[in-house]
C-alpha cells in the first residue's frame, strides 16, 4: 500500500512543499461526480487527561488554517448536495469536499461549530447517541490510553497480552499500541469487559467520552450541521449479531429523530468496520449514503455510495499529506489499496 501520511511528511519539510502542491493541483482536473470527503474527530488543545491524542484531527487555530486551504483551493458542499446529486437532481461543484466530524464529542460545540458558523461552512456531525448526556460512558480506545499512560505501575499484568514494561514513555506508548491491536481483533462481546478489567488492574479510572448533550446536539442541528446516527455505543459492527447490528443503527437512527425530528440519510460506519451483512443492514434500514474509513475519493456516478471512502484528518498528517491524496491522480493508486483491503476484510483501518 502506498502511506501517503509518509509521503505527505516528506513533502511538509520538503522547501517549497506548497508551491510544488499547487502546481500539481493546477495540472489535475476533477472528474464530474468525484467528492473528496474529510474525517475529523476532535477539534481541541492538546492536554494531558489521559485521552488518545491521536484522536485530536487539529487544534482550533490549526482548524482555522485548514479551512482557509480548503476554502481557497476546493469547493466545501453540504451533505443535501450530496444527496441531491446523488439522486440526480443537481451535480457537484469542480474540487467538491465533504466535512464530516465523527463521534460528537463536546470540543464540537466549544471550538468547531463557532467556527463553521462564521465562516458559513457546511457539516456533517455522526453521534453515537447512546453516550448522548452519560456522564458514565467512555470510549475503549481512551480507557487503555489513560490506563497505560497514567497507571503507577512499572507493566502491565499478565493479561491479556503479557507483562510489558512501562518505565518511560516510549515503553507506555508501544503498550498502548499492542493493547489497541488486540482489543480490535477480540470479539466486541468481550471487549469492554476486558478494557474495564485492564483499568481496575491498573488503577486507572477511564476518562470520560465527554460527548455532546441532547442540548447541544439540537442547538448544532438547528445552526444547518447535518445530524446524523453513528451506531448508539460505537461498537465493532463486523463482530456482532445481525440482530445487535440492527438495534444498534436502528436504535440510534430513532433516537434522532425523537430529539431532532428529520434526520438526513447518511450513516458512519464506528471505526469504519463493515461486512456484507451489515452494509445490508444499512441499506434495509433506508440509508442512501454510509461512510467507511478507507482513504479514497469517491465517484457518485458509479461507486457504492454505502461505502463512501474518507480522507482521516490527523495533527501526524498534516494538510500537505490531505492535499497529496486529493489529487485526482492518486484514485488509481487508492483503488489498488483498496483490492488489498478487500483481500484482507472490511475492517477499518484507522483509530479508533
Known sequence: MVDFSAVGRRLLQAPGASLLLGGLERLGTWPPGRLCTLTYHRVTEMSDD??????ISATPVEFEQHLDVLEERYNIVSLDMVLAARAGRGA????????????????FVDHTLP???DRAV?????VP????????????WDAVHAAVMKTERSSLPGEPIGSLPLLNDGERSAAFGELRNYFKQIPWSRTIAEVSELTTALGVVPPPADVMGWADVRKAAEAGIAVCPHTRTHPHLDQLGIDEVR????????DLREHLGTVPSAFAYPSGQWTPDVRAVVDELGFELAFTTRRAAHDLGSADPLLIGRFNVSRRTGMNALRLQMLPWSDRLQRSDHRVHAVEGARGSLMP
Open 122 to 126: 457546511p457539516a456533517v456531525l455522526f
Open 115 to 117: 467556527t463553521l458558523l
Open 50 to 55: 489521559g485521552r488518545h491524542p491521536g484522536l
Open 129 to 140: 447517541t447512546g453516550f448522548v448526556d452519560r456522564d458514565d460512558a467512555w470510549f475503549w
Open 92 to 107: 457537484l461543484p469542480p474540487n467538491a469536499v465533504l466535512l464530516t466530524f465523527d463521534d460528537a464529542v463536546d470540543d
Open 247 to 254: 438495534g444498534e443503527i436502528a436504535g440510534s437512527l430513532d
